[in-house]
């Protein structure tokens, strides 16, 4: 004996299987001749990189995520758009991030892109962000209250003031003249060097638990300071 489901009851299960997240909203420019990103504004996830291989763009969409994201995308009319304003002065890419207005218990995020030549130099100031970072940069400077970091490849200078920190930095390569400096409350890091770099590291916090296989060298480079309230710090 077989059972016809009623087509108001297929409906949501197709749309769980077609889909998990619904895009909303897009916007693409070129930066060929930008050299430093500035973000700021609402909560975003961030994505960079600095690959010579691909086309200098960048792009800010808005979509929802969840169980739930398609159920909105195909039976109400969609409030997941951002206002987000990107404009270029000079050789700064200036992103404003706006966050979507919307009324559904449901999660909207903002999520930018951007590839960026070789040696630019990132800014970010945002209450919470997710960032992850790819390729070579002259400096990332980054504040906030809550935020989970994701660096590989090499920057010159680091500097991140974030009161609940997630951080993991993996440098390719070091050219002796680095310095990482990260500030907050509550810090998660995890630092991964070349094997033949000698690194001056210092952890000052409340309370820390510093596991490391590396050997500080005072006045050697990369030179990295860690200060927090609670701390625990890898170092490799």
Known sequence: ?????PA??????????MAS???TSATDIDITGVTAIVATGDASAIELTSDESLPYSASVESKRSGWFAPFYSSWFYSDCVSQTRMRVEGATLYVEVAAPTWPELEECKTQ???NLKQGASVSIEQPAFQAKLEGEFSSVA?????????????VGQVRLDVDALRA????????????????GKALDIHLGFDAASFIDYQVT????WVDSSRTAVPGARPQVRITGEMVRATIR
Do not use: C, F
Not at 168 to 181: D, G, K, P
């Open 1 to 5: 004996m077989s059972i016809a489901l």
């Open 8 to 17: 108001m009851v297929l409906a949501p299960i197709l749309l769980v299987a």
């Open 21 to 23: 997240n619904a895009e």
């Open 112 to 114: 930018l892109r951007a």
């Open 142 to 154: 980054l504040k906030g209250k809550a935020a989970d970091v994701s660096i590989d490849g090499h």
């Open 168 to 183: 993991r930095l993996i440098y390719e390569e070091t050219r002796q003249s680095e310095t990482v400096e990260i500030s």
């Open 205 to 208: 916090a409340t309370a820390s």
